[in-house]
């Protein structure tokens, strides 16, 4: 099955500077690349997505990179805020038996100081 | 936008009871919805797959019939955790499929189960 690893597990910068978090993946037939951010005590949200086809992709602060080559995604966060603090999970997505499954990496907790 | 709604957000229950969780898509339908749980300081596993009408798929290592999943309507799943035992307490999190994409997928906000 897919295996996704992430890496740092743990993550502090300073308010405005930038973070950048790395994970790889397994699995070629992989298709969809989700990022999540999960505030304590609370469900996961979709922050940013990338498909296979897309090399990059940006949404104000936010943006992920895909190398299918070497099958490993990053999400970079620029002008970091307080409120950036939290757990992000990357995810990879397949389609087996015509439905997406998703593998989330371990997370990783960033601590933005202000 | 697509919303998830998961209840109880918490619960507490007392060994060998069952304890029912609801997932409902609120402004989409979701043929398709996961289960997920969470240790402390984990990332999410994959339990189950529930398919509406149709029986849900387990993952390795699940037993079926302690977590039970009901996918009756295109709107609202169930965990029925049953014969709940100390063990079970972990935080239990949906997502449905939105319906437009085969790609998005939304979150309920959890529930976190505690079995004393």
């Known amino acids: 099955g897919e295996n996704v690893e992430q890496h740092p597990s743990t993550l502090s910068v300073q308010e405005g500077d930038s973070a950048v978090i790395k994970c790889t993946y397994s699995?070629?037939?992989?298709?969809?690349f989700p990022w999540y951010k999960q505030e304590l005590g609370k469900g996961p949200q979709l922050i940013i997505d990338?498909?296979?086809?897309?090399g990059e992709k940006k949404d104000q602060r936010i943006a992920v990179t895909l190398n299918k080559t070497a099958k490993h995604f990053s999400l970079h966060i620029t002008e970091t805020q307080p409120e950036d603090s939290a757990v992000y999970f990357c995810?990879?997505?397949?389609?087996?038996?015509?439905?997406?499954?998703?593998?989330f990496g371990t997370g990783t907790k960033l601590q933005v100081i202000p | 936008g697509a919303v998830v709604s998961q209840h109880p957000s918490r619960v507490i229950c007392k060994s060998g009871t069952s304890v029912k969780i609801e997932c409902r898509s609120l402004?989409?339908?979701?043929?398709?919805m996961f289960w997920y749980r969470q240790f402390p300081k984990q990332s999410l596993m994959l339990m189950a797959t529930?398919?509406?009408?149709?029986?849900?798929?387990?993952e390795q290592g699940v037993e079926k019939d302690k977590f039970l999943i009901n996918h009756a309507s295109l709107t609202l799943s169930t965990l029925t955790v049953t014969s709940a035992h100390p063990e079970d307490s972990s935080f239990y999190i949906c997502?449905?499929?939105?319906?437009?994409?085969?790609?998005?997928?939304?979150f309920g906000s959890g529930t976190r189960l505690t079995v004393v």
């Open positions: 990338i498909r296979s086809n897309v």
């Open positions: 995810a990879a997505s397949t389609s087996p038996g015509g439905y997406q499954k998703v593998t």
């Open positions: 699995d070629s037939a992989s298709n969809y």
């Open positions: 402004d989409f339908q979701a043929t398709t």
């Open positions: 529930s398919n509406e009408g149709s029986k849900a798929t387990y």
């Open positions: 997502s449905a499929k939105t319906g437009f994409s085969n790609y998005g997928y939304t």
